[in-house]
């Protein structure tokens, strides 16, 4: 019996690789008896788009990883789809994409910065918190981990992102639909951040940006910062759940460092600083352990 739910991933070359196995695996390693896994790479690509039906290929990575999980969709006749982009690490099952049939989109969030367009801008919130007091979040969604429950509404984003498009690709048209458009309900399952009791995207690094963190220190982050270690040093392993510095369950690792617009050699340094200094013993032996990624920890 063919499963309901797909899952797609995309990437262009092979500096890539390493990380899509860590992508493939942790994803099937807590989600693969529900869900299918469809990756397009530069080996099978021309495959794929031999059997575009809706969209024809661009050159564009962003759009298209979302163009080919909207034919996949259609294709399996899949009732949802997940979006990961290839620096992610999945660290247990997906619960809030999983189990929430009903939204259309399924969105997360990014950096607690603030972006926009003439045609959009992500809105800052009050959030109440346990105590009483009162601080902002960002609703900012980064497009690298996504969940559709509707055809039409990933129809929709990628409309969007071509009509209004510009240097946010995909997920311009992701905050478009959220914040302006409206057509389709979008939730973002780990806001607002300060109340969130999980975490499926940037949030958990616990800093603003890329470059932020080097060597697993703090960087560009202030005199009073720079050098400390960075947040990510301080998760820990509970009850064989990883959880960040502030307590929230780390349902999916977003890596988020501007990889693709990178030179090789500054790629490769990066992808090195991710394997040797950025987590500490017991997240690589979870990430090792629980999510299938011995081979890039080695």
């Known amino acids: 019996m063919s499963k309901k739910i797909g899952c797609v991933v995309y990437y262009t070359d092979d500096r890539y690789d390493e990380l899509a196995k860590n992508v493939k695996n942790s994803f099937l390693a807590h989600n693969g008896e529900e869900c299918d896994y469809h ?8 495959e794929y788009n031999k059997m575009l039906e809706y ?28 979006v990961l982009g ?25 950096y ?28 900012n969604i980064n497009a690298d981990v996504t969940c559709f429950n509707s055809t039409d509404a990933l129809k929709k984003v990628i409309d969007l992102s071509i009509e209004h498009y510009c240097h946010f690709s995909i997920q311009g048209g992701l905050n478009e639909l959220a914040f302006a458009d409206k057509s389709y309900e ?52 509970n009850n064989n759940k990883l959880y960040t510095h502030d307590h929230k369950q780390i349902k999916c690792f977003h890596f988020v460092e501007g990889l693709g617009g990178r030179p090789i050699e500054s790629f490769k340094e990066l992808i090195n600083d991710f394997k040797t200094n950025w987590f500490n013993d017991d997240t690589i032996k979870y990430f090792k352990e629980q999510c299938g990624c011995s081979e890039f920890f080695s």
């Open 39 to 46: 990756q397009i790479d530069y080996t099978n690509q021309e």
């Open 55 to 82: 969209y024809e290929f661009a050159p564009e990575t962003f759009l298209m990883q979302f163009i080919y999980a909207y034919e996949i969709m259609k294709k399996y006749n899949y009732e949802k789809i997940i």
């Open 86 to 110: 290839t620096d992610t690490i999945v660290c247990n099952r997906l619960d809030e994409f999983i189990d929430d049939n009903a939204t259309p989109v399924l969105a997360s969030l990014n």
């Open 112 to 139: 607690p910065n603030q972006d926009g367009t003439e045609h959009w801008i992500t809105p800052a919130v009050q959030v109440t918190l346990p105590n009483g007091s009162i601080v902002m979040d960002q609703m």
């Open 186 to 237: 979008v939730k973002i399952v780990d806001a607002p951040y300060p109340t969130s009791k999980v975490v499926y995207n940037a949030r958990s690094k616990g800093v603003f940006g890329t470059d932020m963190i080097k060597k697993g220190l703090l960087a560009k982050c202030g005199p009073q910062y720079d050098g400390q270690p960075s947040p990510i040093r301080y998760w820990y392993v």
